[in-house]
């Protein structure tokens, strides 16, 4: 009797396994939007579409932002890159493959963009350690520009461990240090700096180096002799007498006209500050990676990697981990200039604003604040008023152009000259570049 009921429930199980075969064949393999970054941009952007199903062909996607066609750069089942019409108005975003459409996501339009003309100032994108003319010359993973007093630039040649200045002429010169790494006190090229970050010009016309893995601050004066302002060459933390005093992979230095040093001490996830007359104190942070708005250690940074003063005495911080943008007064006290914390890419009202690893900062004479954002391949611009817009830089890469039509390659630090033209470290692309106002 088993038998039997074995061999007549056996069809039975055949014919249910085969209409559950035939209900996954016809089950629908329909295109889905989970994801759209940045979901708020301008016209030309690079915006990521994540979902499930869609075309490998990329001309078998057609995407509309807004009901606007966006042309597709490229394509996967599972990410779509599309490039933001020029037309555009704010509204949903919808993607068509040959396996049905699906609408999903809002992408808002924001206003237009300042124009900013990208070119190559110096370097080829090919690492070398050339000086003469700018046409010639070859940089290696540049860290740092600033402003010379003479209009000049001042490159903070990472690694070829050299400090170098562009002159107004156009002449790639050294200054100190050689490609060899140490740490060595001594005139020009007989120099050795270890990994240098950046670099500022007093009035006086001294050179002060953030001396990363030395772990010190050195000075270079106008005739090229290097000594050591502070620091012990060991990395550690210390406040005190300056030839006692300790930082910990100190990443960007400024100068007030008072003659006082501030110091973005990376690793000690501080701000220090070195007087005039030779001593290491502590403005603000209290050692701890975290984040906290406060007085003096009462705050918290973590990894601030750029620094800038500007008119009134206050230090603007790119706080690199903790994606934001911090000031400190001149009596510590700390809060957030702009950023939500969290890692990403969204231009708009400051406080809503989101950056990849801020690593640099200047600021021009009209209070407009620049950031060299370093994974988002982009310059960010916060204005006196509160918003966040992207003025250069798009797609990883190394081209010149206008506005988010250029590319840059983890650009890491920001320098503004008197007539408003921004200049960039622009590290993977061995490149200084610069931008100048349409």
């Known amino acids: 009797?088993?038998?039997?009921?074995?061999?007549?429930?056996?069809?039975?199980?055949?014919?249910?396994?085969?209409?559950?075969?035939?209900?996954?064949?016809?089950?629908?393999?329909?295109?889905?939007?989970?994801?759209?970054?940045?979901?708020?941009?301008?016209?030309?952007?690079?915006?990521?579409?994540?979902?499930?199903?869609?075309?490998?062909?990329?001309?078998?996607?057609?995407?509309?932002?807004?009901?606007?066609?966006?042309?597709?750069?490229?394509?996967?089942?599972?990410?779509?890159?599309?490039?933001?019409?020029?037309?555009?108005?704010?509204?949903?975003?919808?993607?068509?493959?040959?396996?049905?459409?699906?609408?999903?996501?809002?992408?808002?339009?924001?206003?237009?963009?300042?124009?900013?003309?990208?070119?190559?100032?110096?370097?080829?994108?090919?690492?070398?350690?050339?000086?003469?003319?700018?046409?010639?010359?070859?940089?290696?993973?540049?860290?740092?520009?600033?402003?010379?007093?003479?209009?000049?630039?001042?490159?903070?040649?990472?690694?070829?461990?050299?400090?170098?200045?562009?002159?107004?002429?156009?002449?790639?010169?050294?200054?100190?240090?050689?490609?060899?790494?140490?740490?060595?006190?001594?005139?020009?090229?007989?120099?050795?700096?270890?990994?240098?970050?950046?670099?500022?010009?007093?009035?006086?016309?001294?050179?002060?180096?953030?001396?990363?893995?030395?772990?010190?601050?050195?000075?270079?004066?106008?005739?090229?002799?290097?000594?050591?302002?502070?620091?012990?060459?060991?990395?550690?933390?210390?406040?005190?007498?300056?030839?006692?005093?300790?930082?910990?992979?100190?990443?960007?230095i400024v100068a007030d006209a008072a003659g006082n040093l501030y110091v973005a001490d990376n690793n000690n996830h501080r701000i220090r500050k070195i007087s005039a007359d030779g001593q290491v104190t502590t403005l603000a942070g209290n050692g701890t990676p975290a984040f906290a708005n406060g007085t003096g250690t009462a705050a918290q940074f973590r990894n601030p990697s750029g620094l800038e003063i500007d008119k009134d005495g206050n230090l603007l911080i790119a706080d690199r981990l903790n994606q934001r943008i911090r000031k400190v007064t001149p009596a510590g006290v700390v809060t957030t200039l702009a950023g939500d914390g969290n890692s990403g890419y969204l231009d708009g009202d400051a406080a809503g604003a989101r950056f990849a690893d801020p690593y640099g900062i200047t600021i021009d004479g009209d209070g407009n604040v620049y950031v060299a954002d370093l994974n988002n391949h982009k310059i960010r611009k916060i204005s006196p008023d509160g918003k966040v817009v992207s003025i250069a830089g798009g797609a990883r890469g190394f081209t010149d152009g206008l506005g988010a039509g250029a590319q840059l390659n983890t650009p890491t630090d920001v320098c503004v000259d008197a007539q408003g033209n921004v200049y960039v470290a622009d590290q993977a692309n061995h490149a200084i570049r610069k931008l100048t106002k349409k």
């Open 1 to 252: 009797m088993k038998k039997i009921i074995s061999c007549l429930l056996l069809p039975a199980f055949a014919l249910l396994a085969a209409c559950d075969k035939d209900d996954d064949a016809e089950k629908p393999v329909t295109p889905s939007i989970i994801a759209v970054y940045p979901s708020s941009g301008h016209p030309n952007m690079i915006i990521t579409i994540k979902g499930k199903n869609f075309s490998t062909i990329r001309a078998e996607n057609t995407v509309q932002l807004g009901g606007k066609a966006a042309v597709v750069i490229e394509a996967s089942e599972n990410a779509l890159q599309v490039v933001s019409p020029e037309d555009g108005t704010t509204g949903p975003v919808t993607v068509a493959t040959p396996k049905g459409t699906v609408t999903g996501g809002l992408f808002t339009y924001l206003p237009p963009l300042e124009e900013y003309q990208v070119t190559t100032l110096a370097g080829s994108g090919t690492a070398g350690s050339v000086d003469g003319p700018v046409a010639d010359a070859l940089f290696r993973t540049v860290q740092g520009v600033a402003i010379g007093n003479d209009g000049s630039v001042i490159v903070t040649d990472r690694g070829n461990n050299r400090i170098r200045r562009i002159t107004t002429a156009g002449q790639a010169v050294p200054i100190a240090g050689a490609t060899t790494a140490g740490y060595v006190n001594a005139t020009g090229a007989a120099a050795r700096f270890r990994l240098p970050w950046r670099a500022v010009e007093d009035a006086q016309g001294n050179i002060f180096v953030a001396d990363r893995d030395n772990h010190a601050i050195r000075k270079i004066t106008p005739a090229g002799v290097v000594s050591t302002v502070a620091g012990t060459g060991v990395s550690g933390f210390a406040d005190g007498d300056a030839s006692t005093a300790q930082f910990n992979q100190p990443l960007d």
